[in-house]
């Protein structure tokens, strides 16, 4: 049987990193003593609340809507719960109109990036990069500019100057960092949404892991300007805050001009996002702040002790940490790919390395892994670290 020709930028994207990685356990067996260590993928193991779960089916079982397609861009209440509690949050104002509901965040991003760029357009993308942002642009034709980021984890907005041409149509940050960890300063998200706006470009900023920053207060200002619509483009999920990740509820917070173009694209992939996961996510912002309180608490309870854990490891250096990663530095004389897999039957850890969040040509990643600790609690990050400092390095 003879295929019909594939997409040459789908082909050409790479597969994604998770799922491969997955790969390299099939058929590992580990032992009852040293079970698997998987802080290879950020998300929640266990299920939401049991209130918040005997919510969802309240309203799977009294509400008939639940089960029937819903507004394109989303139930106007969890709207209006996003609006508001963002406008409290960041110290400005915005609309219930200025905000979509879509399937998780990965499909915000998607359906931002359709309404700014085309085939042969550029999008600016500091690395180490989350390799579905990646993945998205490479699948849509846009070439992705790496912006290194350096030992600092942190990008530079005038380095991100010299990058922009007559094609760039946007910069995208994501704060707290995936795949580094690293929490950007608000006046560092303020200077690229100067720039932003000065090159008449879009600012990304995804806050997919703003419920777990160390820091108090709102993380930036950005709201605050008036005219913030203009050029800023929000993305968050909450799958993370809400242990949702199996319902797909994100969200897109940008112009209402601009969500008109999004909602073409979300009712031609999606019709509606999940009605149930929209339910969920609603009954949560009004319900459980307390419980996200101690979420958070306990994210960064692991991260004290992935930073202390790394203090004693002698050859390892940590380049950032925070919300749900570490990013490290490895001392093997291994590329990053084949330490990795070696970690699996060498120590029964299961990460990523740096190669699936750079570019092919940057050394850097050769080096470089990403730990997903918020999948393990302050005892299993004992033992990882038990693990990695036994390795014959």
Known sequence: MTLSPLNPALANTFAPPVIEARRWIEGVTFPPERPLLNVSQAAPVEPPPLALRQAIATASLENPAAHLYGPVLGLPELRAEVAAQWSAAYGGEVAANQVAITQGCNQAFCAALVTLAGAGDEVILPTPWYFNHKMWLDMAGVRSVPLPTGATLLPDPEAAAALITDRTRAIVLVTPNNPGGVEYPAELVRAFFDLARKHKIALIVDETYRDFDA??????DLFTDPDWADTLIQLYSFSKAYRLTGHRVGAIVTSSERLAEVEKFLDTVAICPSQLGQF????????????????RAEILARRAAISEGFKALEGWRLMGVGAYFAYVEHPSPLPAPDFAKSLVHEAGVLLLPGTMFMPETDPAGQRQLRIAFANIDTTQIAELMRRLAALPL
Not at 215 to 220: K, M, S
Not at 280 to 295: D, K, S, T, Y
């Open 215 to 220: 820091r108090t207060g709102a993380p930036h």
């Open 280 to 295: 969920g996510a609603l009954w949560g912002m009004q319900n459980l702040a307390q419980w996200v309180a101690g979420e």
